[in-house]
């Protein structure tokens, strides 16, 4: 039996022990009958003709399988280096599903996803904290942001103000517009603010690290979704003079009139794209969405209204470019569209957006656990960080030491080394603008040990997480105590085995078989062609499996009828191949070629009833093991509990 398979089985046998009502004790343990419910439900999914019967027999099933769990936890099997690494590894893959609030996550998708059927036209002023010498002043920055606000209001043209006063060098060429953007085209601050803010009204300043951004909408629209296009692009390279500027453009002129008259574009932009990438695949696009690139190509893109329309040379910052509609690819407005709802999902993962859905850890932490600060000297503590991460004098930082508790999270304690070791770390901005202020660092260490309290206690925090480690915990377990008590005697004990076949000897037999190969195929187009090519030389099948190896493994055997795929009430022949036997669930396909029929029930050698005869010894081992452990474990079901749910 399959490792994989039995965990599956096993891992409904899980216990939690909260609210317990005893449904049977097994020496001096006790088991929930809530645990045996939600086991016996999640095995039982087809109608029940005889609840009590069903409930009984599976009870049978539950409490052997409790009795080798607890056995195998006796002898300490969860300590096994196997075991721990497994269910460490376990514990890595799944914790990550259960950092983020459920609620939160779903208010996001569905933020996303309703942001992206509309497409908004935006204007930009961005007003830089750096003032023309390159050195930070916020104050000036400060009074800068105020005058345009102050001219806003009065009602100055945005688009203007944005080509005179804006910061952004490219805002003196497109006063600022930045054409269309949907979701995840900005930064998620000022996606937030972009769809705030109505249509011909501007937004209040809001602060990056960089400065203070003032956005206008000029426009909404239904998402157009995204293109799939071809480009032939010839950049012009820095500090071309005006006649190269000329040559190129004349070219892009020549090319386009080579397009109209019929030559194939894919050859043209692999002869003459500066767009290497592309041009290596004639030309191709990766799909273009909304606000991935400058609003002069976006605006020729999305002027083309049909596929194969092309545009005329246009000019970027790039160079120029020739673009071709492949394809159009509207927005998806279904929101139960699962393909869309998984782009999605990955892409709100991806984003800062993301960041929020962990909040809601900081609080559980405190509320459940605990948050106790420490009594210490404020400023001692700062002096002996500053001594330590800056080399300053030490000071009065010598009221405190390294192993000052700073503050508790449940029975965890954490003190000025490791407070050092997380701002020696942490305490720089990700840009490289220099260290970030010591309160602020404070505030994360302190989100950042809430944070890890909960993901190394998530078992204390979650039920449904400790609910599933411990299922697949006891799941390995009960695969560890059937390999070592059952599995591994029975494939080894060659002279019980043999005994076991001699005493039942007339029960080892064939009964009608045939000598064929079974050809085991990826799907029905392959078998189908490769029963064709085995119907024209049947003495090829080696070359036909050979041939598509990848996609058919073949299988020399002797086979009882039964086991022949479609041999339905055909008797077989020798030369005979069965016609394909498809598997609804995946589209695999099974046929069989026949060499040698043997009509007739004959005996079994040890060796051909090996597998057979490892089976029944298996079952008497586990029967066995089953009266052993109800010795050392006696069983106790409580009547009246099992009358109540069987119910």
């Not at 005006?242 to 109209?260: P, V």
Request: aromatic share 12%.
């Amino acid at each position: 039996m399959k490792k994989k398979s039995l965990v599956v089985i096993v891992a409904c046998l899980g216990m939690i022990t909260s609210n317990a009502q005893t449904l049977f004790t097994y020496g001096s343990y006790a088991a929930d009958a809530k645990d045996f419910l939600r086991a016996y439900n999640k095995n039982n999914t087809q109608p029940v003709v005889n609840k009590a019967k069903s409930i009984s027999d599976y009870l049978d099933l539950y409490i052997k399988s409790r009795l080798k769990i607890r056995e195998a936890y006796d002898r300490r099997y969860d300590t096994l280096q196997q075991i721990t690494t497994e269910v460490d590894n376990l514990r890595t893959q799944i914790a990550e599903n259960y950092l983020t609030d459920p609620e939160i996550g779903q208010r996001l998708f569905n933020q996303a996803f309703q942001r992206s059927l509309k497409d908004i036209h935006v204007a930009h002023i961005f007003v830089s904290f750096k003032n023309a010498a390159g050195l930070t002043d916020t104050l000036a920055a400060g009074k800068k942001r105020d005058d345009i606000l102050q001219r806003l209001q009065k009602g100055n043209d945005f688009l203007i103000l944005a080509q005179q006063s804006s910061d952004d060098p490219s805002a003196k060429i497109n006063k600022g517009d930045l054409g269309y953007i949907t979701v995840f085209t900005l930064p998620y601050p000022f996606e937030n603010v972009v769809y705030a803010t109505a249509v011909g009204k501007y937004s209040s300043a809001v602060s990056s690290k960089a400065g203070y951004h003032i956005f206008k909408n000029l426009g909404e629209r239904k998402a157009v979704g995204k293109i799939k296009a071809q480009q032939i692009l010839l950049a012009i390279p820095p500090g071309s003079v005006e006649a190269d500027k000329k040559q190129i453009a004349a070219l892009a002129d020549s090319l386009y009139k080579r397009i109209l008259a019929g030559e194939n574009f894919n050859r043209l932009a692999a002869a003459f794209s500066n767009d290497y990438i592309s041009a290596a695949s004639g030309g191709m696009m990766p799909d273009i969405g909304v606000g991935q690139y400058e609003p002069a190509f976006e605006n020729a893109l999305w002027s083309l209204s049909k596929d194969g329309a092309v545009t005329k040379p246009f000019l970027t910052s790039h160079g120029w470019h020739i673009v071709k509609r492949i394809s159009l690819k509207p927005v998806v407005t279904d929101a139960s569209n699962k393909t869309n709802q998984l782009e999605l999902q990955e892409r709100v993962k991806g984003d800062s957006r993301w960041r929020s859905s962990r909040d809601f850890i900081y609080d559980r932490v405190i509320q459940k656990a605990g948050f106790k600060k420490h009594t210490y000297d404020e400023a001692a503590f700062w002096a002996i960080t500053d001594s330590v991460l800056d080399l300053k004098p030490l000071g009065i930082g010598r009221n405190v030491n390294s192993f000052t508790p700073l503050f508790s999270i449940g029975d965890s304690t954490y003190n000025i080394t490791n407070w050092i070791y997380y701002a020696n770390t942490y305490r720089y901005k990700q840009d490289g603008t220099g260290p970030k202020p010591g309160e602020q660092v404070w505030d994360e260490y302190i989100k950042f040990s809430l944070f890890n309290y909960y993901r190394d206690h998530l078992e204390d925090f979650n039920a449904e997480f400790r609910s599933q480690m411990e299922e697949f915990k006891d799941g390995n377990l009960f695969f560890e105590i059937m390999q070592q008590e059952i599995w591994n005697k029975a494939q080894g004990d060659s002279a019980a085995l043999l005994s076991l076949y001699n005493k039942n000897k007339e029960t080892y037999t064939w009964k009608q078989s045939a000598d064929a190969i079974l050809f085991f195929c990826s799907d029905q187009t392959i078998a189908r062609t490769a029963y064709d090519e085995l119907k024209k030389n049947p003495a090829g099948w080696r070359k036909v499996a050979e041939m598509y190896s990848e996609k058919i493994i073949s299988d020399s055997s002797r086979y009882e009828w039964s086991q022949l795929p479609s041999l339905n009430k055909m008797t077989p022949k020798p030369g005979l191949i069965t016609t394909p036997e498809v598997n609804v669930s995946d589209n695999t396909a099974t046929f069989a070629f026949i060499i040698t029929v043997y009509p007739q029930p004959t005996q079994r050698s040890f060796v051909e009833a090996r597998g057979l005869v490892i089976n029944d010894y298996q079952v008497i081992l586990e029967k066995q093991l089953d009266e052993a452990l109800k010795k050392k474990y006696p069983i106790s079901v409580d009547q009246k509990v099992l009358s109540d749910i069987s119910k």
